[in-house]
């Protein structure tokens, strides 16, 4: 006698490895979802760093003297959070080379620590534009800054001369859990540094 068809036991295995089957394939589809949406929000969060790290150095390397005598031409104000982190601010004038700080003005940059992360706010001078966030880095919490004399020696985490600039700058991006990345090293053209 021939059989012809399955059993309701085979067919039940059928039906039971298809499933195992399928929720392999979800599992492996959810797992390279949630892998390409870290992978963008790495890429977003790098490309952020990337471009407020060239912002800030344009900035500095197009730095500008005093406008007027007695003026600071950069000032910085060391500053440290309840937690021990760094949160310095620096304030100076540039005429940026890239926008938004555009060559056409002068503008005021202050960089600084705020609660979307370490921002630039840059203020134009002599002219009637509004001031601009020109970046942020945002999951920053502090910035350390330090600075170096125009005859070089050591890096100094007060700026004691407001009319002149230093050699370099350098900035410490920091997170909760201690210094974030590569330091950032400015040297400024105005303080013989090259």
């Known amino acids: 006698m021939t059989r ?28 390279g979802s949630d ?19 060239t912002l800030i150095e344009d900035a500095l390397r197009n730095a500008r003297p005093a406008l007027r005598a007695g003026d600071a031409a950069l000032v910085l104000q060391p500053q440290t959070s309840s937690a021990g982190i760094p949160r310095d601010r620096l304030i100076f004038v540039t005429r940026g080379g890239f926008p938004p700080l555009t060559a056409d003005a002068d503008w005021r940059v202050i960089i600084e620590v705020t609660d979307a992360g370490v921002s630039a ?16 880095l945002p999951g920053v919490t ?41 330091p950032l090293r400015v040297a400024l053209p105005l303080g013989g540094g090259r």
């Open 4 to 31: 012809s068809g399955f059993t309701l036991l085979e067919l039940l295995v059928a039906i039971l490895l298809a499933g195992v089957v399928a929720l392999l394939v979800y599992g492996a589809a959810e797992a």
């Open 121 to 136: 706010v840059a203020i134009p001078l002599g002219v009637r534009v509004p001031e601009r966030l020109a970046g942020v």
């Open 35 to 53: 892998t390409a949406a870290h992978l963008a929000a790495s890429r977003r969060q790098w490309q952020s760093q990337r471009a407020m790290r």
């Open 142 to 182: 502090g910035v350390e800054i330090r600075t170096q004399a125009p005859g070089g020696g050591p890096w100094l985490r007060q700026w004691p001369l407001p009319g002149a600039f230093p050699r370099a700058i350098v900035l410490n991006f920091w997170t909760d859990s201690g210094p974030m990345g590569a």
